[in-house]
């Protein structure tokens, strides 16, 4: 486990660096930090659900048939690199420049959709078991919650730099998207607690959350763009 916390810390400080070079002022310049901030909060959601994927297929390799071992290995592998691929891609954003930001994600876009595709593989073919698949799902579960309070927490901290008059909106959006994490918990725990769902029903579950999670931090970025 001490090279997933090595690498989780790895991960924290490139996002950290990131955000801090976005710590800029002026009317003008908060919007474009606060543009910055809904590419950083999707791209980190992203990253913790690899880190949460691999964890979790990782704790559980030995229990893979011995014949098909090097097969699960060389999966692994490939999910390991995936994941480095889409962190060094978010490490190089080091500018408050939202065209970067953009071709960025583009590239994002596809390296965490090869990703979702070899973990699709990787349960499909090496974890049989429901019971390891439904762990695997609340690990996701959890990392994609915890990434929905942080980026709710630190828009809520942004906000503070607005005059009171120019946060209405802000606030309101905000609570909207506080109350839709909210629901996103209370359906995934349902899932979870089910037992017996496929490993594609869950996935399913995972992509809609995160697309409420997505539209939320949207919505958030177009107030702040409003009241700037």
């Known amino acids: 486990m001490t090279h997933i916390k090595q690498w989780r810390m790895a991960t924290w400080y490139s996002i950290i660096w990131a955000i801090k070079r976005l710590e800029i002022?002026?009317?003008?310049?908060?919007?474009?930090?606060s543009n910055i901030h809904f590419y950083v909060n999707w791209a980190k959601e992203r990253l913790d659900e690899m880190d949460a994927t691999l964890t979790s297929l990782e704790s559980k390799v030995a229990e893979v048939q011995a014949d098909a071992r090097d097969s699960a290995d060389k999966v692994l592998t490939i999910l390991r690199k995936k994941r480095d691929d889409f962190r060094n891609i978010v490490k190089k954003q080091s500018e408050p420049n939202e065209a970067a930001w953009i071709s960025a994600q583009a590239q994002l876009e596809t390296e965490w959709s090869s990703f979702e595709t070899e973990a699709r593989k990787y349960i499909e073919s090496?974890?049989?078991?429901?019971?390891?698949?439904?762990?695997?799902?609340?690990?996701?579960?959890?990392a994609q919650l915890n990434a929905w309070r942080e980026a709710a927490d630190k828009l809520g901290s942004a906000a503070n730099e607005f005059a009171a008059e120019r946060r209405d909106e802000i606030d309101a959006a905000l609570k909207r998207?506080?109350?839709?994490?909210v629901a996103a918990e209370a359906k995934l725990l349902k899932l979870n607690e089910a037992g017996t769902q496929s490993?594609?029903?869950?996935?399913?579950?995972?992509?809609?959350?995160?697309?409420?999670?997505?539209?939320?931090?949207?919505?958030l970025r177009e107030q702040f763009k409003r009241a700037a």
């Open 199 to 219: 490993w594609s029903v869950l996935t399913a579950a995972l992509t809609e959350t995160r697309a409420t999670f997505d539209r939320a931090n949207q919505a």
């Open 126 to 142: 090496f974890v049989k078991q429901v019971e390891q698949q439904q762990a695997t799902f609340k690990l996701q579960a959890a």
């Open 177 to 181: 998207m506080k109350a839709d994490a």
């Open 25 to 33: 002022h002026g009317d003008a310049q908060m919007s474009t930090q």
